[in-house]
């Protein structure tokens, strides 16, 4: 009976132990578990400031090549840069536009068209890994679009060409340019706040060439538009004298000579009031 009593002892240590054995090697894994994700956190932690940083060193910076800060451009504009290799892509966005991915390395390019006129600013970062660069930006103004629909006149007036263009959104000023061939150099020649303007030219027989650019007194002058040609109405003979009973075949008409002018047409009416 005692041998039975002595044995239940033994085994109710041996049970005892086990159960305390057992907590502690659950304590222990539970800590060993949580310390091994903890240090998995902290060590993506460091990784992934590792990452950050190295996406601001200048060598993984994107950089832009045109235009540069403060720079006037005519539409449509067109950003150039360069980014390392080792990064996966960029993101673009002008002013608070939506981003654009780019994947284009090392170098890149993105077109802007139809912006306002004025000032605007372009935000690139760089991706890797997930994880994103700090912002560069560049700021640039945006000058008038080219004047579109420019029509100089035919031949409508005896002094003049009148030209006329379509309006440019955001253009305080339109400057008229003037050439005596579609490709040679064309001369200012005035500007004006509205969408016409007349050359108060005095020659005759010339073909004359027009361009016009838009101008904004925060983002300068447009491009040229495209040209047109145009002239003014030939001024007719003047001093005309027909001989009166000088000839017994003929009546004889004289008159000064016009400059430019090839050939002379002679019409005859039997009433002074056909001036056509």
Same mark, same amino acid.
């Given at each position: ?7 239940k ?104 068209s ?37 029509i100089? %006149? #035919? *031949?409508? @007036?005896i002094?003049? &060409?009148? /030209?006329?263009?379509? !309006? =440019?959104? $955001?253009?305080? +000023? ?22 016409t ?45 027909? %001989? #009166? *009973?000088? @000839?017994?075949?003929? &009546?004889? /008409?004289?008159?000064? !000579? =016009?400059? $430019?002018?090839? +050939? ?13």
């Open positions: 009976m005692k041998i039975m009593n002595k044995k002892k033994v085994y109710l240590y041996l049970l005892v132990l086990i159960i305390i054995f057992i907590s502690f090697s659950f304590i222990q894994g539970k800590n060993i578990f949580w310390g091994f994700k903890d240090k998995i956190k902290k060590e993506s932690g460091i990784e992934y400031k590792i990452k950050q940083d190295l996406l601001n060193t200048p060598e993984f910076l994107p950089r832009i090549i045109s235009p540069s800060e403060g720079d006037i451009v005519t539409q449509p504009v067109t950003i150039k840069g360069t980014i390392s290799i080792q990064v996966d892509h960029i993101e673009i966005k002008l002013d608070d536009g939506k981003w654009k991915k780019i994947t284009e390395k090392p170098s890149w390019s993105n077109t802007y139809g912006m306002s006129v004025g000032k605007h600013t372009v935000f690139i970062h760089a991706i890797k890994d997930t994880i994103q660069g700090p912002d560069i930006s560049l700021t640039f103004y945006s000058s008038p679009l080219s004047p579109t629909g420019v100089a %006149s #035919d *031949g409508t @007036y002094d003049k &060409v009148r /030209i006329i263009w379509n !309006s =440019v959104s $955001g253009a305080e +000023k339109y400057y008229i340019y003037r050439s005596t061939s579609s490709g040679g150099t064309y001369t200012e020649i005035g500007n004006t706040n509205a969408i303007f007349d050359d108060m030219i005095i020659v005759n027989n010339t073909v004359f060439y027009y361009k016009i650019k838009a101008y904004s007194s925060s983002a300068g002058y447009s491009g040229f538009s495209h040209f047109n040609d145009g002239y003014r109405l030939f001024s007719g003979p003047t001093g005309i004298v027909a %001989s #009166d *009973g000088t @000839y017994i075949d003929k &009546v004889q /008409i004289t008159w000064n !000579s =016009v400059t $430019g002018a090839e +050939k002379y047409y002679v019409y005859r009416s039997r009433s002074k009031c056909m001036d056509n």
